[in-house]
């Protein structure tokens, strides 16, 4: 299947972090950077660094939830851009659960864009806002599990968009 304008809108890395910069300035500090985003799942990346960092020398859980979140959101994105009718996204919840200290490149996958796909075609037919769960894992360089987030997001079709 190939990429859609929004796909290559943030494959491009150059056009991507003008975005971070201007709608998202404290992902754009962090570091936050898109590996991949395909239909099927988004990949996304931070470093620990001084401004990533805890008093525990590991990188703080808040930038971790940066780049899991936009992850996540990422798929949603790509599911609803240019939709019609348009769809509101917005996070009710988020849980998370840290298994191991962050140091290093951290990379957050989140592999659901299929249920996603599901998820927008219902919100479109059905016209009530449907919430969904959407999950992050991230992975150290070593390829073991340090954190897991799960995201719920509200999602409901705008009335009268064309």
């Not at 979140?69 to 939709?83: D, F, H, K, Q, W």
């Amino acid at each position: 299947m190939p990429n859609s304008k929004f796909q290559n809108l943030v494959n491009n890395s150059f056009l991507f972090r003008i975005y971070l910069l201007k709608s998202l300035p404290m992902a754009f500090m962090a570091g936050v950077r898109v590996k991949e985003l395909s239909s099927d799942k988004a990949i996304t990346t931070i470093k620990f660094g001084w401004l990533t960092q805890n008093p525990f020398r590991s990188m703080y859980f808040a930038c971790q939830a940066m780049a899991a979140e936009m992850s996540t959101g990422l798929l949603v994105m790509n599911a609803i851009y240019n939709s019609s009718p348009a769809v509101s996204m917005l996070i009710i919840q988020n849980n998370a659960r840290f298994l191991k200290k962050a140091v290093g490149k951290i990379t957050f996958t989140c592999a659901d864009g299929n249920h996603i796909k599901e998820i927008i075609t219902k919100v479109k037919q059905g016209g009530e806002g449907v919430t969904t769960d959407l999950i992050a894992v991230g992975k150290d360089e070593k390829g073991d599990i340090v954190a897991e987030f799960v995201f719920t997001w509200s999602l409901k079709a705008k009335a009268n968009s064309f």
